[in-house]
């Protein structure tokens, strides 16, 4: 048995045409176009990668957007005083914080200034708790992307066996609460979790974003398994690899996502959706 490969790429590219053909037709009726604030601080190399990218899938779909760059040096203070003004902002619908911040920034008190209404991310306490009580509004990125990706190829997710392998703010605790909400019976482990292996060789479903190059191998995961790499990590000699092992997973998942051109696409798609749902539901008054 070989898994079959969930193309991220190619289900990213299709849903950004639709929003293109959205953006399209507000145009051409006079509606608002979406616009999205990039706030980018400090001089992390992939953290600039990622805001071109998203700069590119902005103006790939014909949205508006505007990228703040500033010095690690810069205050709190000072970023505050920018969401507040972009929070009033009405050619802006979508705010996002390009994580992570240096560290004597306090990320989550950063994170809180966003108007939960153009907080495109997903990681406002506001938009995690409606998660929590099954009420998704703005969805944080790469879990949403995920489950997009599963609904896709059409895996019914009721009573899966999920496992989640790591359990950061960003991924793999909004993660919990999409896998919940689906239906799934969801395990988180994380660095403190003992005998993670028992829990591996159970799970239906694994989806595993912990930072480690190849980390989970395919000896250890049940037959026909699901297997999600989020992780992205940059080898010695500039190959990126994911979290998971492809070659030893690949002989035995059922389904099994690349990297790169698996989650990574998705999670910028669910960017523009989010950003696209903020301008209609706020603005447009139009999913109330
Ligand atoms: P993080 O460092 O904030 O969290 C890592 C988590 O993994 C922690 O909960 C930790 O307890 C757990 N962990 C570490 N070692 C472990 C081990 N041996 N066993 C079990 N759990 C372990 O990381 P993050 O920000 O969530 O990112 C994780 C990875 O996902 C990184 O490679 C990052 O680049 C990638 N990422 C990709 C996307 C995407 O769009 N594809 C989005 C976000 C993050």
């Not at 601080?41 to 953290?47: C, F, L, Q």
């Not at 009573?159 to 395990?187: K, W």
């Not at 092992?245 to 960017?271: C, R």
């Amino acid at each position: 048995m070989v898994a079959k490969i969930i193309n991220g790429f190619k289900i990213s590219k299709k849903i950004q045409k639709k929003i293109k053909n959205e953006i399209d037709k507000r145009k051409k009726k006079g509606l608002s176009i979406p616009g999205l604030a990039v706030i980018l601080v400090g001089n992390n190399n992939s953290s600039k990668i990622y805001v071109k990218n998203k700069k590119i899938a902005c103006n790939k779909v014909g949205f508006f957007s505007k990228i703040f760059k500033f010095s690690k040096k810069i205050s709190e203070k000072k970023i505050i005083n920018l969401i507040k003004k972009l929070n009033k902002n009405k050619l802006i619908h979508g705010i996002l914080i390009q994580l992570p911040l240096p560290k004597k920034i306090n990320t989550l008190k950063i994170l809180k200034k966003i108007s939960y209404k153009k907080d495109v991310d997903g990681f406002h306490p506001f938009n995690i708790g409606l998660l929590c009580q099954r009420q998704p509004n703005l969805r944080s990125c790469t879990p949403f992307g995920i489950l997009q990706l599963l609904k896709k190829k059409k895996i019914k997710m009721k009573g899966l066996n999920a496992l989640i392998i790591g359990a950061s703010n960003i991924v793999g605790r909004p993660m919990m609460l999409e896998l919940l909400l689906a239906g799934c019976t969801t395990t988180v482990a994380h660095r403190f979790t003992k005998n993670l292996y028992q829990y591996v060789k159970n799970a239906d479903l694994i989806i595993i974003a912990i930072g480690k190059p190849n980390f989970l191998n395919g000896k250890f995961i049940k037959k026909g398994a699901i297997i999600i790499d989020v992780g992205i990590n940059r080898l010695k000699n500039g190959k990126i690899v994911g979290d998971v092992d492809f070659n030893s997973n690949y002989k035995k998942a059922s389904y099994i996502t690349p990297v790169p051109g698996g989650v990574g696409p998705m999670t910028v798609t669910s960017l523009l959706q989010n950003t696209l749902y903020a301008c209609k539901k706020y603005y447009d008054k139009k999913i109330l």
